[in-house]
């Protein structure tokens, strides 16, 4: 693979050694829970210690297969390889934006699906965008992936060892130029905003979740993971239940159910006033603030007067709301709003005392939008056959 491409080149890959072959039978390391993993060395005859030293060789070193794992017996290196493959995840593309800062990487899984993940440099944050599912269920108007529909929820292991590809790619000093950062470092945040609609895969994700943030694996502070939902009402109540500071953000796009249920289809099911009731309840019960995404597409959620109906909604709710670039999509009617629009939306906010943000806008040369990357290798896969 390599470095800096445009929208035009993604460079692929060649299937690495080490990587899944499509149909390969051996079970996912990372898929099994502590116990299971615990109960599998058991029966090879081990120590309790080697989960732990196995733990240090996955989380700490990134290590792809048992055989990198030295200090394992050796025959125990050769049967766990066997059995199981690590990392359930093949780099099958990726592209770098010219400025250095983003990298967007599409992953083959096993049976042949194909994610997105990027990575984004910020002055002092590497921030990690993991997908959740294979497409997506919602259906969202404006969005890339929504176009395919669901393919599959994807497991925990697909999940976390998209955050060890890239936790190796920033320790590892000798692995090619790429992107503007000095390694070794790490992987600072991690947002659930890439493919998938996280809340309607909750069991894998926050199995997920609980895997990044435990100190004897990932070990990232909760604090620096944001989950992203469409607003999936009932999970919301859930997640406000599970004890863990991971940050909540919400995707609202606008103020009212009329537009709303044009842009984002769910709505119909938890309307505005009832998702806002959840994420008002959600606050009570953690204390923690939550951001609302809102996605500026010209003409559509962009005015003024959409603004201030948008600052009365949300007066009284701990929140901040984090204006969004769209990205442009091939064929999408929908067009990015102009700075100077997005300005002004912002001001509006402002002025009614609700704290906003205007996300910088990353990697437009590189298909940026959730799904955009993949589905364009899928249309020119297509095209060649
Ligand atoms: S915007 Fe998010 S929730 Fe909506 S269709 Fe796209 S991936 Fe799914």
């Not at 984004?120 to 969202?140: D, E, F, K």
């Not at 606008?254 to 769910?266: H, K």
């Not at 951001?291 to 709710?317: C, K, W």
Request: with cysteine; glycine share 6%; aromatic share 6%.
């Amino acid at each position: 693979m390599t470095e800096h491409g445009t929208a035009a080149a993604p460079s692929r890959s060649t299937p690495s050694q080490d990587g899944p072959d499509e149909g390969d039978p051996r079970a996912v390391w990372l898929d099994l829970s502590s116990e299971e993993q615990q109960a599998c060395l058991r029966d090879q005859g081990q120590p309790p210690f080697r989960a732990a030293q196995i733990r240090e060789w996955i989380y700490r070193r990134y290590a792809q297969r048992f055989a990198e794992m030295t200090n394992l017996p050796r025959a125990l290196r050769q049967e766990l390889d066997r059995c199981f493959r690590i990392w359930p995840l093949e780099p099958l593309a990726q592209v770098v934006s010219q400025d250095r800062s983003t990298q967007k990487v599409v992953f083959r899984l096993p049976d042949g699906q194909t994610i997105e993940t990027v990575l984004m440099l910020y002055r002092r944050r590497r921030t990690l965008c993991i997908s959740s599912q294979v497409g997506c269920a919602m259906g969202c108007t404006f969005c890339a992936t929504a176009q395919g529909g669901l393919a599959r929820n994807l497991g925990v292991g697909e999940m976390v060892a998209q955050v060890l590809y890239f936790a190796r790619y920033l320790a590892d000093p000798q692995a090619g130029p790429g992107m503007a950062v000095e390694r070794p470092t790490r992987v600072t945040h991690i947002v659930l905003m890439g493919m998938g609609e996280p809340m309607h895969n909750y069991r894998s994700v926050w199995a997920a979740i609980r895997l990044l943030t435990h100190p004897e694996a990932f070990g990232l502070g909760a604090r620096h993971i944001t989950l992203s939902t469409v607003g999936l009402v009932p999970m919301i109540d859930r997640m406000a239940e599970e004890g863990l500071q991971v940050n909540l953000a919400v995707s609202l796009h606008a103020p009212n159910d009329e537009l709303r249920s044009q842009l984002v289809p769910i709505n119909r099911r938890w309307p505005v006033e009832e998702l806002l009731a959840a994420v008002r309840r959600y606050v009570d019960r953690t204390h923690r603030r939550v951001t609302f995404e809102y996605a500026l597409m010209r003409g559509v959620n962009d005015s003024p007067a959409l603004a201030h109906e948008l600052a009365q909604r949300l007066q009284g709710i701990l929140c901040h709301v984090n204006l969004i670039p769209w990205n442009p999509i091939p064929h999408s009617p929908f067009q990015p709003t102009s700075p100077q629009d997005t300005r002004r939306f912002a001001q509006v906010l402002r002025s009614h005392g609700i704290p906003t943000t205007v996300r910088l806008r990353r990697g437009i040369e590189i298909d940026a939008g959730c799904g955009q990357l993949r589905r364009r290798l899928a249309q020119q896969d297509q095209a060649a056959a």
